[in-house]
Protein backbone atom coordinates (compact mmCIF):
# COMPACT_ATOMS: atom_id res chain seq x y z
CA UNK A 1 0.00 0.00 0.00
CA UNK A 2 1.55 3.38 -0.61
CA UNK A 3 0.01 6.35 1.05
CA UNK A 4 0.56 10.06 0.52
CA UNK A 5 -0.19 12.65 3.06
CA UNK A 6 -0.29 15.96 2.10
CA UNK A 7 -0.01 18.98 5.09
CA UNK A 8 1.45 22.21 5.75
CA UNK A 9 3.37 20.87 9.06
CA UNK A 10 5.09 17.83 7.16
CA UNK A 11 6.92 17.24 10.62
CA UNK A 12 3.86 16.36 12.21
CA UNK A 13 3.22 13.10 10.55
CA UNK A 14 7.24 11.55 11.09
CA UNK A 15 6.17 9.48 14.02
CA UNK A 16 4.54 7.52 11.60
CA UNK A 17 7.82 6.38 10.78
CA UNK A 18 8.73 4.46 14.20
CA UNK A 19 7.79 0.61 15.40
CA UNK A 20 5.25 -1.01 13.82
CA UNK A 21 4.50 1.37 10.62
CA UNK A 22 8.06 1.78 10.56
CA UNK A 23 9.03 -2.05 10.23
CA UNK A 24 6.35 -2.48 7.80
CA UNK A 25 7.53 -0.06 5.51
CA UNK A 26 10.97 -1.19 5.80
CA UNK A 27 9.69 -4.68 4.76
CA UNK A 28 8.04 -2.92 1.80
CA UNK A 29 4.43 -3.38 3.08
CA UNK A 30 3.94 0.03 3.29
CA UNK A 31 5.16 2.81 1.69
CA UNK A 32 4.66 6.74 3.06
CA UNK A 33 5.35 10.13 1.30
CA UNK A 34 4.43 12.96 3.25
CA UNK A 35 4.26 16.22 0.68
CA UNK A 36 4.49 19.77 2.28
CA UNK A 37 1.95 21.79 0.27
CA UNK A 38 3.60 24.96 0.54
CA UNK A 39 5.72 23.25 -2.41
CA UNK A 40 3.04 23.63 -4.54
CA UNK A 41 2.19 27.32 -3.96
CA UNK A 42 4.11 29.85 -6.65
CA UNK A 43 4.52 32.91 -4.12
CA UNK A 44 7.37 34.39 -2.54
CA UNK A 45 5.83 33.99 0.91
CA UNK A 46 4.52 30.33 0.19
CA UNK A 47 0.69 31.45 1.11
CA UNK A 48 -1.87 28.95 1.23
CA UNK A 49 -4.75 30.98 2.86
CA UNK A 50 -6.71 33.59 2.51
CA UNK A 51 -9.92 35.45 3.66
CA UNK A 52 -13.19 33.41 3.44
CA UNK A 53 -15.60 34.56 1.08
CA UNK A 54 -19.10 35.63 2.93
CA UNK A 55 -17.18 36.95 5.65
CA UNK A 56 -16.11 35.07 9.34
CA UNK A 57 -13.56 34.80 11.29
CA UNK A 58 -10.44 32.77 10.46
CA UNK A 59 -8.83 31.80 6.96
CA UNK A 60 -9.50 29.30 4.49
CA UNK A 61 -7.30 26.84 2.12
CA UNK A 62 -6.46 28.29 -1.43
CA UNK A 63 -7.24 25.49 -3.97
CA UNK A 64 -4.77 26.10 -6.29
CA UNK A 65 -2.13 24.85 -4.29
CA UNK A 66 -4.65 21.44 -3.06
CA UNK A 67 -5.07 21.09 -6.77
CA UNK A 68 -1.47 20.85 -7.75
CA UNK A 69 0.21 18.73 -4.54
CA UNK A 70 -3.19 16.21 -5.19
CA UNK A 71 -2.48 15.76 -8.95
CA UNK A 72 1.65 15.11 -8.01
CA UNK A 73 0.29 12.11 -6.06
CA UNK A 74 -2.40 10.71 -8.88
CA UNK A 75 -1.09 7.52 -10.37
CA UNK A 76 0.08 7.57 -13.92
CA UNK A 77 -2.65 7.23 -16.38
CA UNK A 78 -3.83 3.75 -16.80
CA UNK A 79 -1.56 2.19 -13.96
CA UNK A 80 -4.13 0.87 -11.92
CA UNK A 81 -7.97 0.43 -11.96
CA UNK A 82 -10.35 3.23 -10.21
CA UNK A 83 -9.43 6.08 -8.39
CA UNK A 84 -7.00 6.26 -5.38
CA UNK A 85 -8.85 6.48 -1.91
CA UNK A 86 -8.79 10.51 -1.11
CA UNK A 87 -9.28 10.87 2.47
CA UNK A 88 -10.32 14.50 3.89
CA UNK A 89 -10.54 14.84 7.43
CA UNK A 90 -13.03 16.74 8.92
CA UNK A 91 -15.31 17.85 11.53
CA UNK A 92 -17.77 17.69 9.10
CA UNK A 93 -17.00 13.71 7.97
CA UNK A 94 -18.79 10.26 8.29
CA UNK A 95 -17.63 8.87 11.44
CA UNK A 96 -14.38 6.78 11.20
CA UNK A 97 -14.87 2.91 12.27
CA UNK A 98 -12.73 -0.33 12.07
CA UNK A 99 -15.36 -1.24 9.26
CA UNK A 100 -13.64 1.80 7.43
CA UNK A 101 -10.40 0.51 8.50
CA UNK A 102 -10.51 -2.80 7.22
CA UNK A 103 -12.19 -1.59 3.56
CA UNK A 104 -9.09 0.94 3.33
CA UNK A 105 -6.45 -1.59 4.17
CA UNK A 106 -7.44 -3.19 0.63
CA UNK A 107 -6.86 -0.36 -1.06
CA UNK A 108 -3.47 0.29 -3.11
CA UNK A 109 -3.10 3.85 -2.40
CA UNK A 110 -4.43 6.16 0.01
CA UNK A 111 -4.32 9.92 -0.08
CA UNK A 112 -4.80 11.71 2.82
CA UNK A 113 -5.60 15.77 2.62
CA UNK A 114 -4.64 17.77 5.97
CA UNK A 115 -6.91 20.83 6.16
CA UNK A 116 -6.06 23.54 8.71
CA UNK A 117 -7.62 27.10 9.60
CA UNK A 118 -11.06 27.00 8.68
CA UNK A 119 -10.90 24.43 6.42
CA UNK A 120 -10.21 23.56 2.24
CA UNK A 121 -11.92 25.80 -0.06
CA UNK A 122 -14.98 23.16 -0.70
CA UNK A 123 -14.39 23.51 -4.52
CA UNK A 124 -11.43 21.58 -3.83
CA UNK A 125 -12.89 18.81 -2.87
CA UNK A 126 -15.79 18.92 -6.22
CA UNK A 127 -12.62 18.93 -8.47
CA UNK A 128 -11.01 15.93 -6.75
CA UNK A 129 -14.04 14.07 -7.20
CA UNK A 130 -13.58 13.47 -11.20
CA UNK A 131 -9.95 12.06 -9.95
CA UNK A 132 -10.45 10.61 -6.60
CA UNK A 133 -12.65 8.26 -3.90
CA UNK A 134 -13.39 11.17 -1.71
CA UNK A 135 -14.09 10.74 1.62
CA UNK A 136 -14.43 13.43 4.52
CA UNK A 137 -13.84 11.62 7.62
CA UNK A 138 -14.19 12.38 11.20
CA UNK A 139 -12.57 10.50 14.00
CA UNK A 140 -15.64 11.48 16.42
CA UNK A 141 -17.99 14.45 17.54
CA UNK A 142 -14.88 16.68 18.57
CA UNK A 143 -12.83 19.36 16.66
CA UNK A 144 -9.11 19.35 16.24
CA UNK A 145 -7.04 22.49 14.49
CA UNK A 146 -6.33 20.35 11.93
CA UNK A 147 -6.26 16.72 10.19
CA UNK A 148 -2.50 15.42 10.85
CA UNK A 149 -3.48 14.04 14.77
CA UNK A 150 -6.71 12.13 12.75
CA UNK A 151 -4.45 11.11 10.06
CA UNK A 152 -1.86 9.81 12.50
CA UNK A 153 -4.82 7.82 13.67
CA UNK A 154 -6.54 6.50 11.10
CA UNK A 155 -2.88 5.40 9.52
CA UNK A 156 -1.97 3.56 12.73
CA UNK A 157 -5.73 1.78 12.57
CA UNK A 158 -5.61 1.26 8.99
CA UNK A 159 -1.79 0.33 8.44
CA UNK A 160 -2.04 -2.31 11.04
CA UNK A 161 -4.32 -4.25 9.18
CA UNK A 162 -2.39 -4.45 6.17
CA UNK A 163 -1.39 -8.25 5.87
CA UNK A 164 1.94 -8.84 7.27
CA UNK A 165 2.26 -5.78 9.15
CA UNK A 166 1.39 -6.92 12.37
CA UNK A 167 3.20 -10.32 12.74
CA UNK A 168 0.19 -11.92 14.97
CA UNK A 169 -2.52 -11.42 12.84
CA UNK A 170 -4.68 -13.70 15.32
CA UNK A 171 -4.06 -10.77 17.91
CA UNK A 172 -6.61 -8.66 15.24
CA UNK A 173 -9.11 -11.25 15.30
CA UNK A 174 -10.26 -10.89 18.98
CA UNK A 175 -9.50 -6.93 19.80
CA UNK A 176 -12.10 -4.64 19.98
CA UNK A 177 -15.05 -4.04 17.75
CA UNK A 178 -13.21 -6.60 15.19
CA UNK A 179 -16.52 -8.45 15.63
CA UNK A 180 -19.18 -5.88 16.83
CA UNK A 181 -18.08 -5.86 20.71
CA UNK A 182 -15.59 -4.56 22.90
CA UNK A 183 -12.74 -6.75 23.84
CA UNK A 184 -12.69 -8.64 27.10
CA UNK A 185 -10.19 -8.26 30.17
CA UNK A 186 -6.73 -9.37 30.00
CA UNK A 187 -4.62 -10.59 33.59
CA UNK A 188 -0.93 -11.84 33.28
CA UNK A 189 1.42 -13.14 36.04
CA UNK A 190 0.90 -12.92 39.26
CA UNK A 191 -2.38 -14.18 39.64
CA UNK A 192 -2.29 -12.56 42.79
CA UNK A 193 -1.57 -9.18 43.50
CA UNK A 194 -2.25 -6.27 45.70
CA UNK A 195 -4.95 -8.39 47.10
CA UNK A 196 -6.74 -8.20 43.01
CA UNK A 197 -6.91 -11.72 42.12
CA UNK A 198 -6.87 -12.92 38.50
CA UNK A 199 -10.45 -14.58 37.52
CA UNK A 200 -10.47 -18.46 38.74
CA UNK A 201 -12.00 -19.34 35.54
CA UNK A 202 -8.49 -18.04 33.88
CA UNK A 203 -6.78 -20.36 35.88
CA UNK A 204 -9.06 -23.48 35.31
CA UNK A 205 -7.02 -24.48 31.99
CA UNK A 206 -11.13 -25.07 30.55
CA UNK A 207 -10.69 -23.64 27.40
CA UNK A 208 -14.59 -23.94 26.57
CA UNK A 209 -15.00 -22.32 29.97
CA UNK A 210 -12.76 -19.88 29.42
CA UNK A 211 -13.71 -18.53 25.78
CA UNK A 212 -17.34 -18.19 27.10
CA UNK A 213 -16.49 -16.17 30.13
CA UNK A 214 -14.25 -14.14 27.75
CA UNK A 215 -17.63 -13.72 25.17
CA UNK A 216 -19.70 -12.96 28.45
CA UNK A 217 -17.60 -10.07 29.33
CA UNK A 218 -17.50 -8.75 26.26
CA UNK A 219 -20.98 -8.35 25.67
CA UNK A 220 -21.42 -6.92 29.25
CA UNK A 221 -18.36 -4.37 28.47
CA UNK A 222 -20.63 -3.35 25.84
CA UNK A 223 -23.91 -3.60 27.09
CA UNK A 224 -22.09 -1.27 29.80
CA UNK A 225 -19.28 0.86 27.71
CA UNK A 226 -21.16 0.96 23.93
CA UNK A 227 -24.95 -0.23 24.18
CA UNK A 228 -25.24 1.80 20.77
CA UNK A 229 -23.01 -1.09 19.32
CA UNK A 230 -25.17 -3.59 20.50
CA UNK A 231 -28.30 -2.20 18.22
CA UNK A 232 -25.95 -3.50 15.09
CA UNK A 233 -25.22 -6.55 17.30
CA UNK A 234 -26.35 -10.50 16.10
CA UNK A 235 -24.95 -12.88 17.94
CA UNK A 236 -26.20 -14.97 15.35
CA UNK A 237 -23.20 -14.33 13.43
CA UNK A 238 -20.70 -15.63 15.54
CA UNK A 239 -19.05 -19.19 15.17
CA UNK A 240 -21.51 -21.50 16.88
CA UNK A 241 -19.83 -22.41 20.21
CA UNK A 242 -19.78 -18.38 20.73
CA UNK A 243 -23.45 -17.86 21.31
CA UNK A 244 -23.56 -20.11 24.19
CA UNK A 245 -22.15 -16.76 26.48
CA UNK A 246 -25.88 -14.47 24.63
O1 LIG B 1 -11.46 17.68 13.90
B1 LIG B 1 -10.93 17.38 12.66
O2 LIG B 1 -10.84 16.05 12.23
C1 LIG B 1 -10.40 18.49 11.74
C2 LIG B 1 -9.95 18.14 10.47
C3 LIG B 1 -9.48 19.14 9.61
C4 LIG B 1 -9.48 20.46 10.06
C5 LIG B 1 -9.09 21.67 9.44
C6 LIG B 1 -9.29 22.67 10.37
N1 LIG B 1 -9.81 22.13 11.50
C7 LIG B 1 -9.93 20.79 11.34
C8 LIG B 1 -10.42 19.80 12.20
Known amino acids: MRIDVISIFPEYLQPLGLS ?13 EVHDLRDFTTDRHRTVDDTPYGGGAGMVMKPEPWAQALESVLPVEGTREGKPVLIVPSPAGARFTQAMAYELAEEPQLVFACGRYEGIDERVIDWAQERFDVRPVSLGDYVLNGGEVAVMAMVEAIGRLVPGVVGNAESLVEESHSDG ?25 NHGKIAQWRR ?24 RADREAF
Open 181 to 205: LLEYPVYTKPSSWRDHEVPEVLLSG
Open 20 to 32: LLGKARQDGLLSL
Open 216 to 239: HQQYARTAARRPDLLADFDAAKLP
